[in-house]
């Protein structure tokens, strides 16, 4: 079956470089979610995002924005980048119209390494 | 915002063993899931399991959500099974996930 897709994979960058993660969600969810997650911590919601439109904030920095687009997939952008922005940031996404289930499931991650 | 405990931290097993690990949450929750995270650090979906009791395999999982908790049971464990295992409940649009417990099957 169709998993969650992140790219880049890995991802090393300089401090106050700026960084771009894409998400492409599974095939008809509508529905995309970011996290954030420090060594040896668990995730951490950033923001979501449901038909284009976000839907939910979380501690995510100013410095970072995000979007989705028409095909459903994410981009999170992130500016002025930080050595505590050094971390494995995950996508997921579920199919809010599925009113059953609200299944979130995780791409494999973006692991981002700022020197 | 909602707390989610999960117990215990650490766990260290002999190949075979069976274990059963918790998860508390401070409020009502409109779902739980359960994540293995491998040494890769992919997360993989264990259960969707709002409420009631589901079984995969030698994995099984239970929730009473009046009680605000969470089991995951784990039986004849392999050395497959280690890594960190989250439980992460959804609050608004979000998942909120306990610290983990760590789990190591020594073979």
């Known amino acids: 079956a169709a998993g969650v897709i992140q790219s880049p994979r890995h991802l090393i960058k300089e401090k106050r470089e700026t960084a771009t993660l894409k998400c492409y969600p599974i095939p008809r969810h509508d529905t995309v979610y970011w996290y954030q997650q420090g060594p040896g911590q668990d995730p951490q919601f950033l923001i979501s995002f449901y038909e284009k439109m976000q839907s939910d904030k979380g501690s995510i920095p100013d410095r970072f924005s995000a979007q989705q687009f028409s095909d459903y997939h994410s981009e999170l952008n992130m500016s002025s980048l930080e050595l505590g922005d050094s971390a494995l940031y995950f996508c997921?996404?579920?199919?809010?119209?599925?009113?059953?289930?609200?299944?979130?499931?995780f791409g494999p991650g973006t692991r981002l390494t700022v020197t | 915002g909602i707390q989610v405990e999960q117990s215990p931290p650490d766990l260290i097993l002999q190949e075979g063993a069976n274990s059963t690990l918790r998860c508390n949450f401070s409020?009502?929750?409109?779902?739980l899931q359960w994540f293995h995270q491998n040494p890769w650090g992919q997360l993989i979906n264990l259960f969707y399991i709002p409420s009631g009791t589901k079984q995969n395999g030698r994995l099984s999982a239970t929730t009473v959500a009046t009680e605000r908790y969470s089991l995951l049971y784990i039986s004849s464990s392999q050395t497959t099974d280690s890594g960190v295992y989250f439980c992460a409940a959804r609050y608004g649009n979000k998942l909120v996930f306990g610290a983990g417990t760590i789990l190591r099957v020594k073979s």
């Open positions: 997921a996404s579920s199919a809010a119209r599925d009113s059953t289930t609200y299944e979130q499931y």
């Open positions: 409020d009502s929750v409109n779902n």
